[in-house]
């Protein structure tokens, strides 16, 4: 009997199936350590417990990122193994804090499958849930994903796309519960700009850049216990159309949020993405700088001390943003741009 | 008085020597985070402190390799300092658990030697142990190095070969105080295949490669206190054989071990070692593949529920493994292979 | 309204100018491990609990020199975002140990202003102090550093150099409270030199090497949230004098502390900096190396159990030490010299 996995491809997956992921992570302060020494995010409620106690929570929270790499890592085995690009995100929401003792294990649903016409690959929806030991939410979200096919001639299932949300509800964003603004300190936090301080429009060019190497990314998706392949191995990669290991988006994505802190130091929490996609891939070498535009702020319903930015993050590579490189009004993204996303910030509001 | 120390030279050793090795060491949640990132295993029991407290334990215990890391690291200024190369391992045993708060220290008795006909080095046998506070054993084993002289006209001590065991064991293999299997979750693990499910000769490839940077190695060997030269001086480097650095040998088994979680993810423990050597140089940028076969399965006096795998794995550089790059009729290895590693692991039975 | 920081500029500082500094930082276990991880430091006071109880503490404390890396990387965004250089540092000296679980934070007053005459750039002298969760002082020191003009036609205030001490007294030198030196288990530490071992004059080569890549330094500085440009911005690199990063010269003082284990393992505290520059700079790929000078030795007023000793540490690139590459009579440094430190180091007494 066959002992290894070599991971499902297209054909091997159905609508409705579902799969628990293997290996639950007892994380630890070690992880927020390493958070830091891997991105040096800077936000204050992620870096001490003396911060996250003066606003009601029992310590420093783990950075909602990386919840975020945990959770999809423990999806990859089953999920994207074979896959060839990560595509989108939708309904991508954090639940509960994750505190460092907290133990995390991952389930997902295929909702939806389709064929690619060159019938090499296919893409395969999927809605992943991240819980803590006691079963409560930390993230869910739907994720799709370009995944090969073990056998171009292998018959496929109907195609099923499912439907997403544009974007995720005011509403519906979680705030810790015994979150309390009154003791939020913004010298600490390094920003007095509040939510009523941001408005729809308004750019911000996050100014510094910061180079990743291959050590680093690989580091981060051991630390995930992340197996996707493109990244690992270097040997496998000369083969690829790129010729080379490809770093983790999810990597780039932890890059932009830590050089957001300039410009966005009050947004302590990512409590949502709406949309989001790797525009390009990212190398060992690379240097990511980033910029963000506000889209929208909402208040939020029964919180008089905490509101929500949507903001749109640009992360570019070998390419300052202080010309703010996008997506041209033919549809076409600026050549260095290889993550553009649409997520919610939660900020304090000016108290009466 | 010169203070510092320069490591022993072969002629400096003599049989029944013994020697306290420095710098005792706590370990802590974080060397369990730095595993997973140096090596990105997923073993569960090493994972997360549900699944250990599932099968009786306290919490997750640090990875056996781990052990074996940080008590080697200890001998090396006293034995190794100044060696050739690593020859071999045998009566290579794990004793009690290692948990996060636990402080390790390590001595070392000379069991033999042999100088080499050139005249230019010689072969050391140590007995190493390692214990924690509570002086209790954790590692034991024999390991022989070749070792530079100082000065080739030293004369040395007489020939002492020590007789070593071809292999530990079952009845001796540590099986940790109040471990409970009826609890164990083989979808946490990541596989259903319990020890009735290997058989002897049965070959397993675990697929996936691994790239090790030379800042990875350098990162767990500083990490274990590890102070070999090879590994750190790319200036002195240039000047050796190798023209570079050579990577730890130790950092290529927990890359074997982590591959390995893809055949052989119920294999919770590392137990015992019987041989070991490692056949080639490994270098930053080298891709680590490995496949293993199955030697032996032994039950364990009085255990219905835990029995071992006796198992061979071959970790090859730049190779995938799919057609068992191995040590040919000739006695000669295919040249792609770096490490050669016989061992038990400890698989749950399946239960009544 | 821009919400981006730039950092400050030469002519934006004013003497008597306060700065409360961003990110308060709970340190803990994983940063006592990431320190061991980067350095390989092997000091026992900072390696085992059990080691630091015999001496009367409560654990082992963090690394001193990982207490100066995470005062000055959060000086960084309003000090020296935009310097040149870091030129020098006086009365330098360390208070109460910093434990896992104490959170750092730091503020800074501006000593000092003088414009280079070039008018491009210009001297800043600042003290910082860093306190830990209760308020007490954990690091307090002067630095000058060069930093760079917005604009060389703005005009800039009138010139203030401030008098610094030209060496720290040894009774103003912090001995932990609570420390024992009766329970000093120099097996455990690796060496049997004491305090009276040592005389001024005396020399000490610390032999091994250590090659520092790029991935190192990063990691290193992300890990202290020191957002200096120049060491992680490879892309702008390019365009500087050095056409590439430079490596946190903090890096290099914690390599050649590591270093100096050899040598000097009893020196388990690093009291005080007396002066200290920053001769050359250092790359990615360079191998340090380290020699050591006794100054002076001193004991301390009301213990007879510790007394200080007065070092003078080189570090040098790609140059091992045995030939003690320093300052010549010219007044020039041996070309391969990066760092020249002058420090104390307590050390345990023979006990009568």
Redesign the interface.
């Known amino acids: 009997?066959n002992?290894?996995?070599?991971g499902n491809f297209f054909e091997d997956f159905r609508v409705g199936q579902e799969f628990?992921h293997?290996?639950?992570?007892?994380l630890?302060?070690?992880?927020?350590?390493?958070n830091?020494?891997?991105?040096?995010?800077?936000?204050?409620i992620n870096?001490?417990?003396?911060?996250a106690q003066g606003i009601g929570l029992p310590r420093?929270p783990l950075d909602d990122l990386l919840v975020f790499h945990v959770v999809i890592g423990k999806t990859v085995?089953d999920i994207s193994l074979n896959a060839v690009a990560n595509l989108g995100y939708a309904e991508f929401r954090w639940g509960v804090p994750v505190y460092?003792?907290d133990?995390l294990?991952a389930h997902s649903t295929v909702l939806g499958l389709r064929e690619n016409s060159n019938k090499a690959s296919g893409v395969v929806w999927v809605r992943s849930t991240g819980v803590n030991?006691r079963g409560e939410m930390v993230l869910d979200y739907v994720r799709w994903v370009m995944v090969h096919k073990r056998d171009p001639q292998a018959p496929v299932q109907p195609t099923v796309v499912p439907t997403t949300a544009p974007a995720v509800k005011p509403e519906d964003l979680v705030v810790p519960a015994g979150l309390s603004i009154a003791g939020y300190d913004d010298?600490?936090?390094?920003?007095s700009?509040r939510w009523e301080?941001?408005a729809p429009g308004e750019r911000?060019?996050?100014?510094?850049?910061?180079?990743l190497?291959?050590?680093?990314h690989?580091?981060?998706?051991?630390?995930y216990?992340n197996?996707a392949?493109v990244h690992?191995?270097?040997?496998?990669g000369k083969n690829t159309r790129f010729g080379r290991?490809l770093a983790y988006g999810g990597h780039v994505i932890s890059l932009m949020r830590a050089l957001s802190f300039?410009?966005?130091?009050n947004g302590f929490r990512v409590a949502a993405f709406n949309a989001g996609s790797h525009v390009g891939p990212t190398f060992g070498?690379d240097?990511i700088y980033a910029w963000s535009e506000v889209l929208e702020t909402a208040p939020l319903p029964g919180r008089r001390d905490v509101g929500a930015l949507r903001m749109r993050s640009i992360a570019a590579k070998?390419c300052?943003c202080g010309e703010w490189p996008g997506k041209g009004a033919d549809g076409k993204y600026h050549p260095a741009v290889v993550l553009d996303l649409d997520y919610w910030v939660l900020m304090p509001r000016r108290l009466a």
């Open positions: 009997m002992k290894t996995s070599n628990r293997a290996t639950p992570r007892t630890t302060e070690a992880d927020a350590a390493l830091i020494a891997l991105y040096g995010s800077r936000f204050a870096s001490s417990d003396v911060f420093a085995p460092p003792g133990t294990s030991q010298g600490a936090a390094g920003s700009h301080d941001y911000i060019d996050h100014v510094s850049g910061i180079t190497e291959d050590s680093d690989m580091f981060s998706t051991r630390l216990q197996t392949r690992f191995d270097a040997f496998a290991r300039n410009g966005l130091a070498g240097t070998d300052p």
